[in-house]
């Protein structure tokens, strides 16, 4: 394992969100937004679907706060650390 990803640890809990982290991400590409970049409350209620996907969250994990570190460790598995095994 790459030392630099040694901060990075895959938890339990986020499979538990996994299916609500995809659905965030896919929005975020939907609506010209960049992945790494979480859209605020306020943007996401502009989109068509957002407020619904905003509810979801905030019912699943208490809002976007918390479920942050979530998405963050999502977005690491399916970008860093998905590169990190392809390119040792």
């Known amino acids: 394992m790459n030392p630099n990803l040694k901060y990075l640890i895959h938890s339990s809990l986020s499979k538990?969100?996994?299916?609500?982290?995809?659905?965030?991400?896919?929005?975020?590409?939907?609506?010209?937004n960049h992945p790494f970049e979480m859209a605020g409350v306020h943007e996401m209620s502009w989109h068509e679907n957002g407020g619904q996907l905003l509810n979801k969250i905030y019912k699943q994990t208490g809002g976007l706060k918390k479920f942050k570190p979530y998405y963050y460790d999502y977005l690491a598995n399916r970008?860093?650390?998905?590169?990190?095994t392809t390119n040792p």
Do not use: G, M
Request: aromatic share 18%.
């Open 16 to 32: 538990k969100y996994l299916p609500l982290c995809q659905e965030y991400h896919d929005f975020l590409i939907k609506t010209n």
């Open 79 to 84: 970008y860093i650390r998905s590169q990190a």
